[in-house]
């Protein structure tokens, strides 16, 4: 069994600040991998300004990601951004691009399933002709913009129905366990089980639930239908890293583990430098076949 990889990505930067800081973030972390957001880590510089400036500091983009989603009122906006992006992954070699579902004005499961089913069709036809998978990354309501419910990733069960509707070699699940948590969802006991055969990248971050009002300095806080969760320090918050790990390990997984810390500038080197370190002793102690 191959070790699992370290990557960083490019969420925690704005549109102005390039890939600059996403090079440094790979520095501290001792990676030679990214995951490369688009448009956002474009923005300032242009597509080939910015991968110019990648493969000059030796760092692979392994993953693609984008704010698209197929399900609601962003479905040709987000069809349209899926399409570059798939060109993109095949340019640089990731093979991979990141996409969310999607929200509506109701909670209908099977007509969610459907829709999104039927509108991920051509983009998959264009995955599959270009070598890249589509990953799906599970999701709360982060942003307010789903108080209902209706995206079916953040329900194992419906997640997993949608997987097997779809039941494309060039469709998989983006695993955020710490999404999962914000969810309300179990991701060690409720989710990843039902969920391992589709696992293809996976993202990690540690968060906690809370009831102070204000989160730590220098951290995030979501809120998601009333339940408030904080970002913490990796190894901090609520989340059984050693049981995931060891989980996908057994299930074979070899892919990326990709660090987002989500907390403020002024110390996101550090701690993903920390937060590096902590995952790689994770791996040596949790993967079986880890030397």
């Known amino acids: 069994m191959q070790e699992m990889s370290i990557a960083v990505s490019g969420t925690e930067f704005t549109d102005a600040d390039g890939v600059d800081g996403l090079i440094e973030m790979a520095r501290s972390a001792q990676c030679d991998a990214v995951e490369f957001w688009y448009p956002k880590n474009a923005q300032r510089d242009g ?3 910015a991968l110019r400036k990648l493969d000059r500091a030796g760092l692979r983009t392994v993953c693609v990601s984008t704010p698209s989603q197929l399900y609601g009122a962003g479905e040709a906006e987000g069809v349209s951004l899926l399409h570059e992006a798939i ?3 095949a340019r640089t070699g990731s093979h991979r691009v990141n996409t969310y579902f999607g929200h509506a004005p109701l909670v209908d499961d099977q007509h969610a399933i459907a829709a999104y089913a039927d509108a991920l069709a051509p983009v998959l036809d264009h995955a599959a002709a270009e070598n890249v998978v589509v990953v799906l990354e599970n999701e709360f309501d982060a942003f307010g913009w789903d108080p209902l419910g209706s995206d079916i990733s953040r329900r194992p069960k419906a ?3 949608l997987l097997a509707r779809v039941d494309s070699p060039w469709f998989g699940l983006n695993f955020d366990a710490a999404n999962f948590l914000c969810a309300a969802v179990s991701p060690a006991r409720d989710a990843l089980p039902l969920l391992l055969p589709w696992v293809r990248y996976a993202h990690v971050k540690d968060v906690r639930r809370t009831s102070v009002e204000t989160p730590p300095d220098g951290w995030v806080r979501y809120t998601d239908h009333g339940r408030a969760y904080d970002t913490a320090p990796l190894g ?5 890293w050693p049981a995931i790990i060891g989980s996908l ?4 997984y070899d892919g990326y583990l990709t660090l987002e810390p989500h907390c403020v500038p002024s110390i996101l080197l550090a701690e993903t430098a920390r937060a590096a370190d902590h995952l790689r002793d994770v791996i040596k102690m949790h993967v079986p076949s880890h030397p």
């Not at 390990?249 to 074979?252: I, K, Q, S, V």
């Open 47 to 49: 597509v080939d300004t």
């Open 87 to 89: 060109t993109l992954a």
């Open 159 to 161: 997640l997993a129905a």
């Open 236 to 240: 901090t918050g609520e989340l059984d």
């Open 249 to 252: 390990a057994t299930a074979g």
